[in-house]
């Protein structure tokens, strides 16, 4: 099954089970790929996280419900998975713009999110540069911390900056940006700021050592002021590299950023010419 097939299959395995408890395990398993990478593919592909896409085709049923029938609203938010109507009415507050009472008895307009269909249109074609490396088994010395994937998109910058304002960033500067999900879950990952680890050197307190196995790696290069450059070559991994690469598939649960150092260009991470690198561990199909 295709990449873009796979997340076709798993928005209309969603759609079907939209009033059920749905579990990142089991939608991944429809697209046939692990939860970790089903997560970010998805949020790259749709712009948005899986959780999030289900709370607003929650939410538009919901207001689809209350406007055409005669359901209570304890009834419409426990059916859409909301354990109080406190919590529903501020859901659906938020999204709609209205209480669920004024729709009920003043008729006030509700709000619609589609349902997602992913298409693969060909706009011209592109060029992604990449190579396949293998590499041996290494080792990182770094801060670790454990992230949400719902939350992911601003806690790890944050984690950044807090990272340099601390001036940790003297004593590891950061090659990597590493994230580490062995288990190939479905709530949480291990992201590192990292470098190569010395052996002969001590570990200062506060940080910690893993070890990277050895995979096969895509390597994609990405040259361009950051976030934009690395962010852009992310999101064509997924929807156009994947999509489309007969020969490999996602091997593990790792992903991982390499930054070179700023000092050597003139604008630092900002410059049109610096060059940063996505690892992807790949296996053959």
Do not use: C, H, L
């Given at each position: 099954m295709g990449w873009i097939e796979s997340i076709s299959e798993a928005i209309n395995y969603i759609e079907k089970n939209i009033t059920d408890e749905l579990s990142i395990d089991e939608i991944a398993r429809q697209a046939a790929v692990s939860p970790f990478y089903f997560q970010k593919g998805f949020s790259m592909l749709c712009g948005m996280t899986v959780g999030e896409y289900i709370r607003l085709r929650r939410l538009t049923l919901a207001g689809s419900e209350l406007v055409s029938s005669d359901t209570k609203i304890i009834d419409t938010a426990l059916r859409y998975g909301y354990e109080s109507p406190d919590s529903f009415t501020k859901a659906f507050t938020r999204f709609h713009g209205v209480t669920p009472s004024a729709v009920k008895k003043d008729g006030a307009m509700v709000r619609s999110f589609a349902p997602l269909k992913i298409k693969f249109s060909l706009e011209?074609?592109?060029?992604?540069?990449?190579?396949?490396?293998?590499?041996?088994?290494f080792t990182v010395i770094g801060v670790s911390e454990s992230f949400s994937y719902e939350t992911a998109q601003t806690e790890v910058p944050k984690f950044w900056q807090d990272y340099c304002k601390a001036g940790k960033n003297s004593v590891v500067c950061?090659?990597?940006?590493?994230?580490?999900?062995?288990?190939?879950?479905?709530?949480?990952f291990e992201y590192m700021i990292a470098d190569n680890y010395?052996?002969?050197k001590d570990i200062p307190e506060g940080f910690v050592t893993r070890v990277i196995p050895a995979h096969t790696w895509a390597v994609f290069p990405c040259k361009g002021a950051m976030p934009n450059a690395i962010q852009d070559v992310q999101g064509k991994i997924f929807s156009e590299w994947l999509p489309n690469c007969t020969d490999y598939t996602i091997?593990?649960?790792?992903?991982?950023?390499?930054?070179?150092?700023?000092?050597?260009?003139?604008?630092?991470?900002?410059?049109?010419?610096?060059?940063?690198?996505?690892?992807?561990?790949?296996?053959?199909?």
């Open positions: 011209g074609g592109s060029i992604m540069d990449y190579k396949i490396v293998e590499k041996a088994a950061g090659e990597y940006g590493i994230n580490i999900d062995e288990t190939m879950g479905r709530d949480k010395i052996p002969q091997a593990e649960g790792y992903n991982i950023e390499m930054y070179s150092d700023p000092a050597d260009f003139s604008e630092g991470m900002n410059d049109r010419n610096y060059y940063s690198e996505v690892w992807i561990p790949v296996k053959k199909r």
